[in-house]
């Protein structure tokens, strides 16, 4: 049978939102105060596919971002993956989840996708049964990842909204405070390395709200290899929960999450037509992709992805949309 794609809605006073059952994904996300679309995204379900480089919104996995040469270990058993980035693996291979139809169940508070990732599916071990739940209070959406594997697996999945607070234009006025003073460096194929720096007066140095423009504007050698922001901020050694906050002086976007990372992606590589004929280019959007450490399960010292078989996993990411403290105009955009 034929799978189509089916778009679901949940909504209350103060956010309505609409996810897709082709990779479970997060379609549009309205503020109902000011009727602004949060996230990017297209007019036409078909065109997910057409520009499914962008990861429009969607749920990837198994394991987000890049696994270095698409291969890992585990158990001493050398798996190799499908490369689709380079000599890279990224956000879980050719045919990810971004592009299975997940089953959804909805009552009125929340909407629970379901699928099941077959043995050695993009060459990942194991049978793993994947739910996503997207879920409405008040001010809040969370969304939530579980897991559950017939054998020792990878299981590091995220969101891949792209925000843009103003719902059109880009996103370099808008205002960032992120919640640690550790970033990831990348080399020339976009890999996150095994090594970090202290972002305090670099050009990653979001510690108080600055401008992202601003801080572009102030260059580093790393920002050049990826053309902006797509870097992995650390918070393994933090126990709270804060991640990002974004404004652009109208409305406040918080992010938690109990991952242990977030890598930030400027949409430096967006082009194409999107949403109401809107043309996205670079820095249209940004990412905060909650997840483990890219290609973790490689490197020593980090937090490693791995699901145990038969034992559950599950994760989350809350996302809080306020009106800004200071009631102060939305910050005026930035050709």
């Known amino acids: 049978m034929t799978k189509q794609i089916k778009i679901y809605t949940l909504e209350n006073e103060e956010l309505m939102i609409q996810i897709m059952n082709l990779g479970a994904t997060l379609i549009s996300f309205i503020d109902k105060q000011t009727n602004t ?6 007019d036409r379900t078909a065109d997910y596919k057409i520009h499914h480089t962008t990861f429009m919104g969607a749920t990837v996995g198994r394991c987000a971002n890049r696994i270095q040469d698409g291969r890992f270990i585990l158990n001493q058993t050398e798996y190799r993956l499908a490369r689709n980035n380079g000599p890279n693996s990224l956000h879980g291979g050719i045919d990810n989840f971004s592009f299975k139809y997940f089953d959804a169940e ?7 996708f379901r699928y099941t990732s077959k043995d050695m599916e993009e ?8 739910e996503i739940m997207y879920q409405l209070d008040h001010n809040h959406l969370i969304y939530t990842m579980k897991g559950f594997s017939d054998q020792d697996t990878l299981f590091n999945l995220t969101n891949h909204s ?7 234009g880009n996103i370099l006025s808008h205002r960032m405070k992120i919640y640690t003073n550790q970033a990831a460096l990348v080399d020339q194929n976009g890999l996150t390395t095994d090594q970090s ?27 050049s290899l990826a053309n902006g922001y797509d870097h992995n901020y650390l918070f393994e050694e933090r126990n709270d929960h804060r991640r990002v906050e974004l404004t652009n002086g109208e409305l406040l ?8 990372g977030m890598h930030v992606y400027s949409g430096n590589y967006l082009d194409c037509e999107g949403r109401n004929h809107e043309w996205y280019g670079s820095k249209s959007g940004i990412c905060f992709e909650c997840q483990f450490y890219p290609n973790a399960i490689n490197y020593m010292g980090f937090k490693k992805p791995i699901l145990k078989a038969n034992q559950k996993i599950e994760h989350y990411i809350r996302y809080s949309v306020e009106k800004e403290r200071n009631e102060n105009k939305r910050y005026p955009g930035i050709i």
């Open 123 to 130: 060459g990942y071990p194991g049978n793993l049964q994947v």
């Open 37 to 42: 679309n949060l996230v990017l995204g297209f």
């Open 162 to 168: 792209y925000f843009n607070l103003n719902g059109k």
């Open 106 to 112: 909805k009552d009125h508070q929340s909407i629970i």
């Open 253 to 260: 976007l918080k992010i938690e999450s109990d991952l242990p």
């Open 197 to 223: 720096i202290c972002v305090n007066d670099t050009a990653f140095d979001f510690l108080d709200f600055k401008v992202i423009h601003d801080q572009l504007k102030k260059g580093h050698p790393n920002l």
